[in-house]
T-cell receptor, first 111, second 115 residues
Framework: GENVEQHPSTLSVQEGDSAVIKCTYS??????FPWYKQELGKGPQLIID?????GEKKDQRIAVTLNKTAKHFSLHITETQPEDSAVYFC??????????FGAGTTVTVRA | EPEVTQTPSHQVTQMGQEVILRCVPI?????FYWYRQILGQKVEFLVS????????KSEIFDDQFSVERPDGSNFTLKIRSTKLEDSAMYFC?????????????FGEGSWLTVV
Protein backbone atom coordinates (compact mmCIF):
# COMPACT_ATOMS: atom_id res chain seq x y z
CA GLY A 1 0.00 0.00 0.00
CA GLU A 2 0.87 3.67 -0.07
CA ASN A 3 3.39 4.95 2.47
CA VAL A 4 3.75 8.68 3.05
CA GLU A 5 6.74 10.10 4.90
CA GLN A 6 6.73 13.69 6.14
CA HIS A 7 9.54 15.94 7.39
CA PRO A 8 10.25 17.75 9.59
CA SER A 9 8.08 16.68 12.51
CA THR A 10 8.38 20.14 14.08
CA LEU A 11 9.19 23.48 12.54
CA SER A 12 9.65 26.81 14.29
CA VAL A 13 9.88 29.94 12.16
CA GLN A 14 10.02 33.65 12.80
CA GLU A 15 6.95 35.57 11.73
CA GLY A 16 7.39 36.73 8.16
CA ASP A 17 9.79 33.94 7.24
CA SER A 18 8.93 30.99 4.98
CA ALA A 19 8.10 27.46 6.06
CA VAL A 20 8.69 24.38 3.93
CA ILE A 21 7.37 20.90 4.64
CA LYS A 22 8.38 17.92 2.51
CA CYS A 23 6.67 14.60 1.87
CA THR A 24 7.55 11.50 -0.10
CA TYR A 25 5.22 8.78 -1.25
CA SER A 26 5.81 5.23 -2.38
CA UNK A 27 3.02 4.34 -4.82
CA UNK A 28 3.67 5.68 -8.31
CA UNK A 29 -0.05 5.23 -9.07
CA UNK A 30 -1.00 7.96 -6.57
CA UNK A 31 -2.33 10.99 -8.40
CA UNK A 32 -3.88 13.26 -5.78
CA PHE A 33 -1.93 15.04 -3.03
CA PRO A 34 -3.81 17.22 -0.55
CA TRP A 35 -2.45 19.20 2.37
CA TYR A 36 -4.48 19.62 5.52
CA LYS A 37 -4.13 22.02 8.43
CA GLN A 38 -5.30 20.83 11.81
CA GLU A 39 -5.81 23.12 14.76
CA LEU A 40 -6.06 21.76 18.27
CA GLY A 41 -9.22 19.73 18.82
CA LYS A 42 -10.48 20.25 15.28
CA GLY A 43 -10.74 18.22 12.12
CA PRO A 44 -8.27 18.42 9.23
CA GLN A 45 -9.04 21.36 6.97
CA LEU A 46 -7.93 21.25 3.35
CA ILE A 47 -5.65 24.15 2.51
CA ILE A 48 -4.38 23.19 -0.92
CA ASP A 49 -4.17 20.14 -3.15
CA UNK A 50 -2.42 19.13 -6.34
CA UNK A 51 -3.05 16.48 -8.93
CA UNK A 52 -0.37 14.59 -10.78
CA UNK A 53 -0.90 16.38 -14.06
CA UNK A 54 0.35 19.62 -12.47
CA GLY A 55 3.82 20.43 -11.14
CA GLU A 56 3.00 23.43 -9.01
CA LYS A 57 -0.02 25.21 -7.59
CA LYS A 58 -0.25 28.43 -5.66
CA ASP A 59 -2.95 30.04 -3.55
CA GLN A 60 -1.94 33.37 -2.05
CA ARG A 61 0.79 32.62 0.53
CA ILE A 62 0.61 28.86 0.08
CA ALA A 63 2.14 26.82 -2.71
CA VAL A 64 2.62 23.14 -3.36
CA THR A 65 5.12 21.53 -5.71
CA LEU A 66 5.08 17.98 -6.99
CA ASN A 67 7.93 15.95 -8.46
CA LYS A 68 6.40 12.75 -9.82
CA THR A 69 9.71 11.27 -10.89
CA ALA A 70 11.17 11.57 -7.42
CA LYS A 71 7.82 10.88 -5.77
CA HIS A 72 7.91 13.88 -3.49
CA PHE A 73 5.82 16.95 -2.90
CA SER A 74 6.29 20.00 -0.74
CA LEU A 75 4.24 22.69 0.96
CA HIS A 76 5.58 26.24 1.01
CA ILE A 77 4.11 28.92 3.23
CA THR A 78 5.50 32.41 2.67
CA GLU A 79 5.26 35.44 4.97
CA THR A 80 4.19 33.29 7.88
CA GLN A 81 1.79 34.70 10.45
CA PRO A 82 0.96 33.54 14.00
CA GLU A 83 -2.34 32.09 12.76
CA ASP A 84 -0.36 29.70 10.55
CA SER A 85 0.68 27.85 13.72
CA ALA A 86 -0.92 24.41 13.53
CA VAL A 87 -0.22 20.80 12.59
CA TYR A 88 0.06 20.24 8.85
CA PHE A 89 -0.51 16.87 7.23
CA CYS A 90 0.31 15.80 3.72
CA UNK A 91 -1.57 12.92 2.14
CA UNK A 92 -1.62 10.85 -1.02
CA UNK A 93 -4.41 8.77 -2.43
CA UNK A 94 -3.89 5.03 -2.61
CA UNK A 95 -6.84 4.55 -4.92
CA UNK A 96 -10.21 6.14 -5.41
CA UNK A 97 -11.33 5.38 -1.88
CA UNK A 98 -8.46 6.07 0.47
CA UNK A 99 -6.00 8.74 1.57
CA UNK A 100 -2.76 7.85 3.32
CA PHE A 101 -1.47 10.57 5.63
CA GLY A 102 1.97 11.65 6.68
CA ALA A 103 2.82 11.84 10.37
CA GLY A 104 2.29 15.59 10.54
CA THR A 105 4.43 18.69 11.07
CA THR A 106 3.83 20.97 14.03
CA VAL A 107 4.50 24.49 12.82
CA THR A 108 5.09 27.25 15.35
CA VAL A 109 5.33 30.82 14.12
CA ARG A 110 7.18 33.03 16.61
CA ALA A 111 5.98 36.60 16.83
CA GLU B 1 -19.91 26.67 2.92
CA PRO B 2 -21.36 23.16 3.34
CA GLU B 3 -19.71 21.04 5.97
CA VAL B 4 -19.59 17.55 7.41
CA THR B 5 -21.16 17.46 10.86
CA GLN B 6 -20.49 14.88 13.54
CA THR B 7 -22.12 13.93 16.83
CA PRO B 8 -21.28 13.55 19.61
CA SER B 9 -18.24 15.79 19.86
CA HIS B 10 -17.04 13.81 22.86
CA GLN B 11 -18.14 10.51 24.36
CA VAL B 12 -16.84 8.59 27.34
CA THR B 13 -17.77 4.92 27.47
CA GLN B 14 -17.03 1.87 29.55
CA MET B 15 -14.89 -0.84 28.01
CA GLY B 16 -17.08 -3.46 26.37
CA GLN B 17 -19.93 -1.07 25.63
CA GLU B 18 -21.28 -0.34 22.19
CA VAL B 19 -20.77 3.09 20.70
CA ILE B 20 -22.38 4.72 17.68
CA LEU B 21 -20.80 7.78 16.13
CA ARG B 22 -22.96 9.78 13.79
CA CYS B 23 -22.17 11.91 10.78
CA VAL B 24 -24.09 13.98 8.30
CA PRO B 25 -22.00 14.21 5.11
CA ILE B 26 -22.24 17.07 2.66
CA UNK B 27 -25.55 16.67 0.87
CA UNK B 28 -24.49 16.05 -2.74
CA UNK B 29 -21.55 13.84 -1.84
CA UNK B 30 -21.52 10.17 -2.77
CA UNK B 31 -18.40 8.82 -1.05
CA PHE B 32 -18.18 8.57 2.73
CA TYR B 33 -15.26 7.74 4.97
CA TRP B 34 -14.24 7.20 8.55
CA TYR B 35 -10.73 7.96 9.73
CA ARG B 36 -9.33 7.95 13.22
CA GLN B 37 -6.47 9.71 14.97
CA ILE B 38 -4.98 8.43 18.19
CA LEU B 39 -3.69 11.33 20.28
CA GLY B 40 -0.48 12.70 18.82
CA GLN B 41 -0.42 10.29 15.87
CA LYS B 42 -1.26 10.46 12.20
CA VAL B 43 -4.73 10.28 10.75
CA GLU B 44 -5.49 6.65 9.78
CA PHE B 45 -7.99 5.37 7.24
CA LEU B 46 -10.68 3.05 8.58
CA VAL B 47 -13.27 2.54 5.87
CA SER B 48 -14.83 4.01 2.76
CA UNK B 49 -18.44 3.61 1.70
CA UNK B 50 -19.95 4.10 -1.72
CA UNK B 51 -23.19 3.03 -3.33
CA UNK B 52 -24.46 1.61 -0.03
CA UNK B 53 -21.57 -0.73 0.51
CA UNK B 54 -18.06 -0.75 1.88
CA UNK B 55 -15.62 -0.05 -0.93
CA UNK B 56 -12.46 -0.49 1.12
CA LYS B 57 -11.47 -1.07 4.73
CA SER B 58 -8.20 -1.13 6.64
CA GLU B 59 -6.81 -3.79 8.96
CA ILE B 60 -8.02 -1.67 11.87
CA PHE B 61 -11.63 -2.08 10.73
CA ASP B 62 -12.23 -5.55 12.13
CA ASP B 63 -15.46 -7.34 13.03
CA GLN B 64 -16.03 -4.98 15.96
CA PHE B 65 -16.64 -2.12 13.56
CA SER B 66 -19.52 -1.56 11.20
CA VAL B 67 -20.86 1.31 9.14
CA GLU B 68 -24.33 2.10 7.98
CA ARG B 69 -26.23 4.71 6.06
CA PRO B 70 -29.63 4.25 7.70
CA ASP B 71 -31.34 7.02 5.76
CA GLY B 72 -30.56 9.55 3.07
CA SER B 73 -28.53 11.85 5.27
CA ASN B 74 -26.79 10.01 8.12
CA PHE B 75 -23.68 7.86 8.06
CA THR B 76 -22.80 5.97 11.24
CA LEU B 77 -19.84 4.11 12.67
CA LYS B 78 -20.61 1.47 15.28
CA ILE B 79 -18.07 -0.12 17.58
CA ARG B 80 -19.71 -3.19 19.11
CA SER B 81 -17.53 -3.85 22.14
CA THR B 82 -15.13 -1.02 22.81
CA LYS B 83 -11.57 -1.60 23.93
CA LEU B 84 -9.20 0.82 25.63
CA GLU B 85 -7.19 1.10 22.43
CA ASP B 86 -10.27 2.39 20.58
CA SER B 87 -9.80 5.70 22.39
CA ALA B 88 -9.17 8.19 19.61
CA MET B 89 -10.64 11.03 17.60
CA TYR B 90 -12.87 9.66 14.87
CA PHE B 91 -13.33 11.75 11.76
CA CYS B 92 -16.08 11.37 9.23
CA UNK B 93 -15.37 12.65 5.73
CA UNK B 94 -17.13 12.85 2.41
CA UNK B 95 -16.41 13.63 -1.21
CA UNK B 96 -18.54 14.13 -4.27
CA UNK B 97 -16.56 11.62 -6.28
CA UNK B 98 -13.58 9.41 -5.43
CA UNK B 99 -10.24 10.80 -4.34
CA UNK B 100 -8.85 11.13 -7.83
CA UNK B 101 -11.62 13.42 -8.89
CA UNK B 102 -12.56 15.47 -5.90
CA UNK B 103 -11.70 16.92 -2.53
CA UNK B 104 -12.35 15.04 0.69
CA UNK B 105 -13.90 17.19 3.42
CA PHE B 106 -13.52 16.24 7.05
CA GLY B 107 -15.81 16.84 9.99
CA GLU B 108 -14.67 18.26 13.32
CA GLY B 109 -14.39 14.81 14.84
CA SER B 110 -15.85 12.77 17.67
CA TRP B 111 -13.50 12.24 20.56
CA LEU B 112 -14.03 8.77 22.04
CA THR B 113 -12.59 7.90 25.43
CA VAL B 114 -12.87 4.29 26.56
CA VAL B 115 -12.36 3.76 30.30
Amino acid sequence: GENVEQHPSTLSVQEGDSAVIKCTYSDSASNYFPWYKQELGKGPQLIIDIRSNVGEKKDQRIAVTLNKTAKHFSLHITETQPEDSAVYFCAANSNDYKLSFGAGTTVTVRA
Amino acid sequence: EPEVTQTPSHQVTQMGQEVILRCVPISNHLYFYWYRQILGQKVEFLVSFYNNEISEKSEIFDDQFSVERPDGSNFTLKIRSTKLEDSAMYFCASSRTGTTGNTIYFGEGSWLTVV
